[in-house]
């Protein structure tokens, strides 16, 4: 098309990467609760996957962990004293704030926001609109950094649209990303982008937290400009929430023309498919589709199949699939993947396995890890250099992780208040390897 591409911006995995049981309604959160992380690891984990990518021919982007333990809002919350004191006071005292304070899970970026490339958006500008995250209070924290970072990302604002968080209410509750799915004929041509919501304002849900709301979709597409007649609004299967989808990307993943799902994924798939169909310019949308007689809901949660990633290696004729290595231990899963790739004119042709299991144990595959932004030529031009990829940076910061990540972070590690003086520190130094200034987290500006 235009020499558009998409491109992955992963996010960092914090210092404090841990397993604290935050997420209500995702298993493996609840599953590893308490149980040791590794963060120098999974950082790699994370760090190696983005250059897989870049060996498979793709840009890749990376975004920088917050700043953990949120000493500016333990103290909003009336702790005081040193950062140290605040952190060792707010740890004794409500250690259920003290482990949101705490949570990295702003490494899964594709939470961070929504984004609508230019071709979509009435006004020609790439528009992405930060999420509130407010469902749960560790990723609600999350918003203020996530918007200063996409501006720093996003600088021109004649060519970037950069939208705060929706109000953080139960009735605009939006997680971003995980549930969007866009499906275009190429990168650069206008596609149809399809919001997943798991339940209206007004309703109220037992079972496990629906994350997104109808309103908080519509809400992101009017701000996006949006045309009607290229958006589709689907609502999510309660029972696929209910087995542990807490995000539509756990049972669905859409690239180009292709939309890979669970059959048990939305309410209505026929309506789905229908709109779809009627809403695709210039393309012919395929629907790839696994049976629950196949895979149950529970494989799939368990395995996370539809949390790859779904992309074109440049030059192949069908797309990739780029899954977390628990696909191919589950056999259910890993027959199903080398029957649908061993198809002639196979839609999904490839696929490639990723280690990414410790950002798997807290809920986090190889889909959750990355924001797809897709940009013009001029576009990527304009956006920040210093946070794309190239061996330079991945040395770096591979020798930044080795420096100052702990090897093992099990939860009454967390007491420690060296945490803080030792986080800290890396940030600083990050700060000198990404273009993010001297004054980017709020500790450098006390
Ligand atoms: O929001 N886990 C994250 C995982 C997010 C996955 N993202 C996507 N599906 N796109 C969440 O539930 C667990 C943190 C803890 O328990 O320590 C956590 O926040």
């Known amino acids: ?52 990518l870049r060996a498979l021919g793709l840009s890749q982007g990376v975004l920088p962990p917050h700043e953990r333990p949120n000493i500016a809002w333990l103290r909003s919350l009336g702790f005081s004293g040193s950062d140290a004191e605040v952190w060792e006071h707010a740890w004794k005292s409500e250690p259920t704030i003290a482990r949101a304070a705490l949570a990295s899970s702003a490494m899964w970026a594709a939470n961070a926001a929504t984004v609508s490339p230019s071709a979509d958006c009435g006004d020609g500008r790439l528009h992405a609109s930060v999420a509130n995250l407010q469902t749960m209070l560790h990723r609600l924290l999350e918003g203020e950094q996530t918007e200063r970072t996409l501006r720093r990302v996003l600088p021109d604002e004649a060519r970037f649209a950069v939208h705060p968080a929706l ?70 299967a309660p029972d696929a929430i209910d087995a542990g989808a807490f995000h539509n990307d756990v049972v669905a993943v859409a690239h180009e023309h292709v939309l890979f799902h669970h059959e048990d994924a939305f309410v209505d798939k026929a309506a789905l498919y229908a709109e779809v169909r009627a809403k695709a310019q210039g393309f012919e949308p395929v629907f790839v589709e696994v049976p629950r007689a196949r895979v149950g809901l529970d494989d799939a949660v368990t395995s996370y199949l539809f949390n790859s990633q779904l992309l074109r290696v440049p030059g192949q004729a069908s797309l990739t699939l780029i899954a977390p290595t628990e696909v191919r231990e589950n ?11 061993a198809q002639p004119n196979a839609a999904i042709g490839a696929v490639e396995y990723v280690e990414v299991r410790e950002s798997m144990r807290n809920g986090g595959g190889p889909a959750c890890l990355r924001l797809r932004v897709v940009m013009t030529p001029a576009e990527r031009a304009a956006a920040a250099q210093g946070f794309f990829l190239d061996d330079a940076l991945a040395a770096k910061l591979e020798a930044w ?27 600083d130094e990050l700060t000198r390897i990404l273009p993010l200034g001297s004054d980017f987290y709020p500790f450098q500006r006390t």
């Open 331 to 341: 056999n259910k899963t890993a027959t199903v993947v080398a029957e649908m790739i």
């Open 401 to 427: 992780i080795k420096t100052h990540y702990r090897e093992e972070i099990a939860q009454p590690d967390l007491a420690d208040p060296a945490l803080v003086r030792e986080t800290q520190a890396a940030l």
């Open 1 to 52: 098309m235009s020499g558009a591409e998409e491109i992955n911006f992963d996010g960092l995995v914090g210092l404090t990467h841990n397993y604290a049981g935050l997420s209500e309604g995702n298993l493996a959160s609840a599953r590893n609760a308490n149980t040791t992380a590794r963060p120098r690891e999974a950082a790699l984990q994370g760090l190696a996957k983005m250059q897989r």
């Open 167 to 236: 109000t953080p209410h139960d009735a605009l509750s939006d997680e971003g990303a995980a549930n969007h799915m866009r499906m275009a004929g190429g990168a650069g041509a206008p596609g149809v982008e399809i919001f997943v919501y798991g339940r209206r304002a007004s309703e109220a849900r037992t079972g496990f937290p629906a994350r997104q709301t109808r309103e908080a979709s519509q809400a992101i597409a009017r701000r996006h400009g949006l045309s009607a007649n290229a958006t589709v609004f689907a609502r999510q």
